[in-house]
C-alpha cells in the first residue's frame, strides 16, 4: 500500500493500494523558480520507491542539470530519464499550493490541499498493516 502520513504524529492521511512495478508521480511548483516539476517512479521489489525520470520547463536555482543518463526536450519540457535512484520513503514540508497531485497508477490519491498546510508529510509503501520500523 502507498501511504501518506503526518511526519510528527504518525496521522494516516491517504493510502491507495500499490504493488511491484506500479508507477508514481508526484508534481509540486518548484519555490525558487515557480515553475512545475513532475517525477516519475517505479515501486521497486524491496518495496522502495525508484526515481526514473523528472520533466520541467527550465533550468534554474537548485535544478540538476545532469540527473539521468538520458536528457531532451519535447513538448517544451526538460526530461531527464534513466536517473534509478531509490528512496525508502519522500518526506517534504506539504504546501497547499506548492504540492500538486500525488498518483499511483494514474489514480490520484492526495493534492497538497487535501494535506495538512505547513506539515513535514511522509509518503512509504508498506504491506498492508504495517507501519515501517521506527515510525509513530
Known sequence: MLRIYERQSGKLYAEAPAEVNSRLFFGWIHSQEQIPWNEYYHVDEQGRLV??????????????????????????????????????????????????????????????????????????IEKDGQQREGQP
Open 51 to 124: 526515481l526514473d525520470a523528472v520533466t520541467f520547463p527550465a533550468f534554474g536555482a537548485g535544478i540538476p542539470e545532469n540527473a539521468g543518463r538520458v536528457c531532451y526536450v519535447r513538448d517544451g519540457l526538460i526530461h531527464m530519464e534513466e536517473i534509478d535512484k531509490p528512496f525508502d520513503e519522500l518526506d517534504w514540508l506539504n504546501s497547499h499550493t506548492a504540492t500538486r497531485d500525488i498518483r499511483i497508477d494514474d489514480r490520484l490519491v492526495a493534492r497538497g490541499a487535501d494535506l495538512p498546510r505547513h506539515t513535514r508529510m511522509r509518503l512509504v
